[in-house]
């Protein structure tokens, strides 16, 4: 498995319309094979910024097997507006992961 985090800079006027793109860009992101779990948060200190955090079966099954299919496709659709807000795109390899018992 291999984590992907792309951090947005959106500015205020495009935060709403960014957050519906992405509630509709999750379905064919969900679809594909490659993804194992996706998690899109918001900055509570500074509100202009986004992480979006992503789960790959591993860096080769994101980087040609998702981006050679069809819901990759369907994916950039929605997103592509914001490309250009994308002020960081890296891969990282999980080194330890923990949850407190409840």
């Known amino acids: 498995m291999i984590v992907e985090y792309t951090r947005y800079k959106i500015d ?7 957050e519906k793109a992405y509630k509709k860009a999750v379905e064919p992101l969900a ?3 490659h993804c194992l779990a996706y998690e ?7 509100p ?3 992480v979006l955090r992503i789960e790959w079966d591993s860096e080769e099954g994101h980087l040609k097997g998702f ?3 069809p819901e990759f ?3 950039f659709a929605f ?8 002020e960081e795109m890296r891969h990282y ?5 923990g949850r407190k018992p409840t």
Do not use: N, W
């Open 12 to 18: 205020e006027q495009r935060r709403g319309t960014f």
């Open 31 to 33: 679809a594909s094979s």
């Open 40 to 46: 899109l948060s918001h900055c509570t200190e500074a």
């Open 48 to 50: 202009e910024y986004y």
């Open 67 to 69: 981006r050679s299919s």
């Open 73 to 75: 496709k369907s994916f």
């Open 79 to 86: 997103i592509q507006p914001y490309v250009k807000d994308i």
């Open 93 to 97: 390899q999980v080194l330890s992961t």
